[in-house]
């Protein structure tokens, strides 16, 4: 049992994933000598060395393509976009090429392709590094999206996709990892990878969150016992394939749920599963499908993050406003 | 390709090349008196650009600013290329052009915003003919050649007429050359033959990625593979960089298509406030180039030709001193911006949706009780 931040719990597993087969090799812009920007691959080009971790040249569009090449060759790549606002240069070679690859081949190849993105925001940072992308994988046929919300699954959840034959955009809340730690048991056998989970159980509504705001949620449902309510908490852990199945179960007894993501809310993951809580849970269902989420403007300024981002009063806020509907 | 135009030695000795001299044009000529008082006005540029841009490191550390990328060590290449402009043309720059912009005329306390978390843009990018920085690597080396093609389209070039001839300059770094936006900059510039200079600022490193990451060749050299000349300059002498930025510009403005100038520099700081490069990089390394000093070699021709003296240097350090406090006070200063802003700086016309999140935003802000008379201004 060792006691791991997001970051170390990631770089472990990446670690024993490069063990496990030397087919995995890690692709990225200064992941090498420098460990990454944010020193998830640290020590790995050291213990593996330059053919196995490879410093790329400045272009994702490059390294993505070149990961598509690796893979038709059999190996196993995992890229590093440095941070989420940069993965748009490789936006045609994912959702072209990495996406729609095995169908291109009529289903002979497959692209076990793992793409790491740090994403979120609340770390006070300068544009294109606070965004929230995953509705234009998750909407992308072909990609399977993930995204872990604490060191436990970050360390598993990682290992898995990638050992999955599907290609995986793979989503880590920055905002975690180095300020999240969590006791990690690597002897353990993982659950499942494509599925949700109840986090916190509660009676008078459900929070279904992923990512960063499974801890706003987490934190509201907290405030929320001490006022008396007790909040459901589920998260959602893989959006593509999308797991209901928790959720809807939930939602079957609280009667109301509230959608809590950073990324825009317009065409986002709520509307998504508010859609699909209310065909499956019409009959119980007190109030429609709220969602908190970050507003439809581009990131704001880092001084103003914090009145932009989902925080626990707007949970609490729209929790009301379900209750009372 | 040979070694990097240079006009003035590591050591301060000003040295003759077979195709570049140094010329100041005559706006600087007039601005400053003669030749000597040019010299005065570069080094006093590039010293206070130090003095600034050490200011605003410290800044960082003390809190004051998220992050700040600093341009220690290549204030001659910036310094250089930002004196060579003219008026009317118009700069695409990335985060770290601090001393193109202060050629421009911007007030330095404007750069700060952006990494106070403040305001996106401190200054009139139109009026300035800067544009806001661009933070995605080379996605904006097209937007200047776009830029050039309109000022082409306006006949705003080769018209002899010097206050109307029009270049546009294209900032990046060595590690930007990757990118596939400025590969095809390259090559949308070439075919449409417009005035715009690609000024490239190698100075070693792309964060943690050596030069040798990105290219096996001199960056300069890349342009005969796309059709247009190229210069190679000694990014830390300011003499060679203004006449050879100076030409490239000329070229540009008089209707003969693009130009590549490589200033060959070197980062002497970290990236960013957030990096540390003694895990990539040697102690040897920067001592070489500390050697090389772009600030120091000008100050030891000035004074070794006796065009600057004790009292000179005295004044502009005490002109320093006083800049630095100046940006240290005016940063900690700038307002915090409305979190009204970004709704209404995300359309020309608001969208229904936006709106009524903003309504939204305005009522929260209500139940917190935060100043809404404040906010709603
Ligand atoms: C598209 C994109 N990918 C990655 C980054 C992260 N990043 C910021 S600066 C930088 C290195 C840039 O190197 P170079 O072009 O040489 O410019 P320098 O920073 O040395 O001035 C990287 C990788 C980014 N800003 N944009
Ligand atoms: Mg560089």
Known sequence: MTTLTMAKALNAGLRRAMEGDDKVVLLGEDIGRLGGVFRITEGLQKDFGENRVLDTPLAESGIVGTAIGLALRGYRPVVEIQFDGFVYPAYDQIVCQVAKLRTRSGGRHALPIVIRIPYGGGIGAVEHHSESPEAQFAHTPGLKVLTPSNPVDGYWMLQQAIAHDDPVVFLEPKRLYHSMKAELDPALEPGPLFASRVVRQGTDATLIAYGPTVQTCLAAAEQAAEEGRSLEVIDLRTLSPLDLGPAVASVTKTGRAVVVHEAHRSFGVGAEVAAAVTEHCFYALEAPVLRVCGYDTPYPLSRVEHEWLPTVDRVLDAVDRAVAF | ?377
């Open chain 2, 1 to 377: 390709m040979s070694d990097p135009i240079q006009l003035l030695t590591a050591d301060g000795t000003r040295v003759e090349h077979p195709d570049v001299a140094f010329t100041p044009d005559a706006a600087l000529l007039a601005q400053h008196g003669d030749e000597a008082g040019v010299l005065k006005a570069l080094l006093r540029d590039m010293s206070l650009l130090r003095r600034f841009d050490v200011e605003a490191t410290a800044l960082q550390r003390h809190g004051e600013l998220g992050l700040w990328p600093p341009s220690l060590g290549q204030e001659a290449a910036q310094i250089g290329a930002g004196r060579a402009l003219a008026r009317q043309d118009h700069v695409f720059p990335t985060y770290r052009e601090h001393g193109i912009a202060w050629c421009r005329g911007i007030d330095p306390v404007g750069l700060l915003g952006l990494f106070r978390g403040t305001d996106h843009v401190g200054w009139d990018p139109v009026e300035k003919g800067y544009e806001p920085v661009t933070i995605v690597i080379g996605a904006h080396a097209l937007h200047a050649v776009g830029y050039a093609l309109g000022v082409v389209h306006d006949g705003a070039v080769g018209t002899g007429d010097a206050a109307r001839d029009t270049a546009v300059m294209a900032c990046f770094g060595d590690g930007a050359t990757s990118q596939g936006d400025v590969n095809e900059a390259f090559v949308f510039a070439a075919s449409y033959h417009v005035p715009v200079v690609f000024f490239v600022q190698n100075n070693h490193w792309a964060i943690s990625e050596p030069l040798a990451r990105q290219t096996r060749i001199p960056i300069a050299q890349r342009a005969d593979g796309f059709g247009f000349p190229s210069y190679r300059v000694d990014g830390n002498d300011v003499l060679a960089t203004y006449a050879v930025v100076r030409r490239a510009l000329e070229h540009a403005r008089s209707g003969q298509g693009p130009v590549l100038v490589e200033a060959v520099t070197y980062r002497m700081g970290a990236h960013t406030t957030t990096d540390d490069p003694t895990r990539y990089r040697t102690d040897d390394e920067l001592e070489s180039w500390r050697r090389r000093d772009p600030i120091d070699r000008l100050a030891a021709h000035l004074r070794a030709e006796g065009i600057a003296d004790d009292a000179w240097f005295t004044a502009l350090d005490a002109e320093a001193e006083e800049l630095g406090a100046d940006i240290r006070a005016r940063c900690k200063a700038l307002p915090d911006p409305s979190p009204l802003a970004s709704f209404d700086e995300t359309y020309v016309e608001l969208t229904p949706t936006l709106a009524a999140q903003r309504a939204e935003v305005v009522e929260l802000m209500d139940l917190d009780g935060a100043e809404h008379e404040e906010v709603a201004r």
